[in-house]
């Protein structure tokens, strides 16, 4: 009984935290994710109801057990009533297995349904939502929520049905046999009921406040055991002061679990006084009636013993609207990620991208990063409001082609718009106003497959996963063989460095490749990227964690890997572009300049500045005329990045 209460406490304590009103929308969806499980539902419900019929039958036997051993009947009589007390059992048993065994498929298998729908729909959202959402409380909701929605089918379902029939099967059976002691028993609801509200609410308060407590806990310590965080700690040389904070912290989770313990301790002594009690009341008078000859000793027994089983399903009975509201609540907060839209989305007619070389195509391409309201939610954000600002224009007008094979190289001060261009490609965001088109095709009238399998990009972080060089290097080729990753490497220049590693391609890379230099990294994605071999590639500052041997190493690599291919490249180092078909010069979201390197030289705009400014810093002032003549005989090239 102590058990099955306080797992009723429990409910209650998680039900204080919402009591929003049903929603029908809410319930309908719900009923949507069940359907799938609908045989093993109706099967849950009916074992349920047959579990709840054998719990009474059990008193009633031990009460004819006792008038049979009171009023001298047949041994064999016993012995029979005995037998089947010993059948019940083992039915009970076997029973309470198989509804657990249901409880569990229907519970894990809604947990299935409910965390694939929301990660495949995670996965189908623009970069923006995930450069705003923070990712614990993403992670919570696949987590956290997602189980809270489940105990809607494995505990409500399972208790709400049982506890029903329970709870007037043994009031029926208990008035049959004593009306008056029935009804005094019941006197006593409200002493059990009301103290276990009480506790529920406290519980609640206290378990919110660790909960935060632990949520801020768990938040620090994601940020400060990641390489870059312990870096930071250990540079700023805070170690002291980060551990008094977390211990300080700590403390206050200790001391919230000391009073919780105290809660519960409280509660269920009540219960067991509540309980004692009411035992007390039909002992004592069940006792009187059965001295006075009217009522039957055995009936005191199957009192007691129905007494036992009453009080449990009556509190849970009594929460299980707020215990329903609480699994509502979790419903509710899935179905709020899974109501927010993707801004990017496969059109229902879409094409592959045409066979053969393919073309890159800006036209008067205008576009603004969507305002937070459009693509992330408040809850996910931690913020009392979403951002509303957004939507100025960053690129305007922007609009050049690059023929089957040719390499365009987008060159500009920071923040002009070049990394904002190379993410309209992949359709990372979609443009405002203009097209993008791939192979003479608007990219928004691509199928999704065939253009991740064209198009390929190597970003300036070059991330890699917490896994083996092997399960880094197949995300581009799933299928590759051993002899084409080890000639991915060789081509990135990187096959001597992983042969020396202690499991060769199966050497796990760490956070984020972190057990690996920043160039290894970036030659690392490179590789990726020569291994995928696909027709358009984009390199986004793909050099420029690269010393001077590497980058000439890597040039050398790129420039097999490019060979025949599209290109676009993002670079601020001027060294490394000079030989593309097409310099585009980016300032404040247009395109100022175009033309070879030797032709925006010679124009002197803003290329020719960049430029000398670069070869000044390095070279002590050098114009760009003698840049050029310097290039041409291979002498070095500014490394310094553009104001």
Do not use: C
């Amino acid at each position: 009984m102590e058990t099955t209460a306080w797992m009723q406490l429990h409910g209650l304590i998680n039900a204080q935290r919402d009591r929003r009103p049903f929603a029908r929308a809410t319930l309908r969806r719900v009923a949507a994710f069940a359907r799938p499980h609908r045989r093993h539902i109706v099967l849950f419900v009916l074992l349920s109801v047959a579990g709840a019929l054998l719990a009474v039958a059990t008193p009633v036997l031990a009460g004819r057990v006792v008038n049979a051993i009171v009023h001298g009947d047949e041994p064999g009589t016993v012995v029979r009533l005995a037998l089947l007390i010993a059948a019940i059992a083992l039915g009970e048993a076997a029973l309470g297995l198989l509804n657990r065994w249901l409880s569990a498929t229907l519970g894990e298998g809604l947990i299935l349904d409910l965390r694939t729908a929301v990660f495949d729909h995670v996965q189908r959202m623009p970069v923006a939502f995930f450069t705003r959402t923070r990712t614990g409380a993403l992670v919570s909701r696949l987590n956290n929520d997602v189980i809270g929605a489940q105990r809607a089918f494995s505990n409500s379902l399972s208790g709400v049905v049982g506890n029903l029939v329970t709870l007037l099967l043994t009031l029926a059976v208990m008035l049959t046999l004593s009306w008056r002691i029935t009804l005094l028993a019941l006197v006593l609801l409200p002493v059990f009921v009301v103290p276990a509200r009480r506790v529920g609410a406290r519980m609640a308060r206290l378990q919110r406040e660790a909960a935060d407590l632990n949520a801020a806990m768990g938040t620090r310590m994601t940020e400060r055991f990641s390489a870059p965080g312990a870096t930071l700690v250990k540079l700023f040389g805070r170690p002291d002061d980060e551990s008094a904070e977390f211990a300080a912290r700590a403390r206050r989770v200790r001391d919230i679990g000391v009073r919780t313990a105290m809660a519960q301790s409280a509660f269920i002594t009540a219960l067991t006084l509540v309980s004692a009690l009411a035992l007390a009341l039909v002992y004592g008078l069940g006792g009187w009636f059965a001295l006075r000859g009217s009522l039957e000793p055995g009936a005191i027994v199957s009192l007691a013993l129905l007494l036992t089983r009453l009080y449990a399903p009556l509190t849970a009975l009594a929460g299980a609207r707020v215990e329903i509201m609480s699994a509502l609540v979790s419903f509710e907060r899935v179905f709020e990620v899974l109501d927010l839209k993707p801004l990017i989305a496969e059109r229902p007619d879409a094409r592959p991208v045409p066979d053969g070389p393919v073309s890159v195509e800006f036209e008067d391409v205008r576009f603004g990063y969507p305002s937070a309201d459009k693509v992330s939610l408040a809850s996910l954000e931690e913020v009392a409001a979403l951002d509303t600002r957004g939507g100025a224009e960053v690129l305007h007008g922007v609009s050049f082609r690059a023929e089957p094979g040719q390499t365009i190289a987008l060159v500009g001060s920071s923040g002009a718009g070049k990394s904002t261009i190379a993410q309209l490609l992949p359709r990372l965001y979609d443009v405002d106003a203009g097209s993008v088109r791939l192979g003479g095709v608007d990219v928004r009238d691509l199928t999704a497959a065939s253009l991740r399998a064209t198009l390929g990009m190597v970003t300036q972080d070059g991330h890699l996963f917490h896994d083996t060089v092997r399960a880094n290097l197949a995300l581009a080729r799933p299928g590759a063989t051993d002899d084409e990753l080890w000639d991915a490497l060789r081509r990135a220049r990187l096959d001597d460095l992983v042969r020396a590693l202690p499991d060769g391609l199966d050497t796990v890379v760490g956070e984020r490749g972190y057990r690996l230099s920043g160039g290894e990294r970036q030659r690392m994605t490179i590789a990726r990227l020569l291994l995928a071999r696909q027709r358009v590639v984009i390199l986004d500052e793909a050099t420029a964690h690269l010393d001077n041997t590497s980058e000439a190493a890597v040039q050398e690599a790129l420039a097999e890997a490019l060979e025949g291919r599209t290109a676009v490249v993002i670079a601020h180092r001027l060294s490394t572009v000079r030989a593309a078909d097409r310099i585009l010069v980016v300032e404040a979201g247009r395109v100022v300049e175009r033309g070879t390197h030797d032709e925006l030289l010679t124009l002197g705009g803003r290329y020719a500045e960049l430029y000398r400014t670069q070869f000044a810093a390095v070279n002590g002032g050098a114009g760009p005329a003698e840049a050029a003549r310097d290039d041409e005989r291979g002498l070095p090239t500014p490394e310094v990045a553009a104001p």
